[in-house]
């Protein structure tokens, strides 16, 4: 194996593993009672049987494993690029989605916590899921902009 190559994999690691051990602890608050309301945000506890806004919902428990196989893919995809500029990125991706699909299978669905009800109201979200946003947006812009990734 490259030098390369490891060091893309420790990167993927250990920024998964860091997201995934941040997520669940937040999210263990929740599980655990934690509530606060306020005029704009509410940090409440629902469970997401779908993806973003409930979507897909009714794909029920093939959902974790179809998720499941997609983030083995974006794992392996990552690998096969082997540009280091995209392993921060994808750890953060890998570490939001694995958070969200364990809570699949240990609560029947995604522990979400974050509602946004100031001016407009807005679905119920988490860390996991923003830091999956970042991701994309960030791997986006390393696809648009090439010399951001010069390795």
């Known amino acids: 194996m490259h030098n390369k190559t490891i060091r893309i994999l420790i990167i993927l690691f250990f920024t998964t593993a ?7 602890n937040i999210k263990s608050l929740f599980v655990d009672g934690w509530r606060y309301y306020t005029d704009c945000i509410d940090l409440i506890l629902v469970y997401n049987k ?8 009714f794909l029920d428990e093939s959902l974790k494993y179809i998720q499941l196989v997609l983030i083995l893919g974006v794992f392996g995809y990552i690998v096969y690029l082997k540009q280091i500029c995209y392993a921060l990125p994808a ?4 570490g939001g989605a694995f958070s969200n699909i364990y809570d699949r299978f240990i609560h029947g669905g995604v522990v979400d916590m974050v509602y946004w009800h100031c001016g407009f109201d ?29 390795n």
């Open 122 to 150: 807005f679905a119920v979200f988490n860390f996991a899921d923003v830091m999956i946003d970042v991701a994309v947006v960030w791997i986006l812009i390393l696809n648009f902009k090439p010399k951001f990734c010069k």
């Open 91 to 94: 750890g953060l991706m890998l």
């Open 18 to 24: 860091g997201i995934f051990i941040i997520d669940q």
């Open 50 to 57: 779908g993806v973003a806004f409930s979507m897909l919902a």
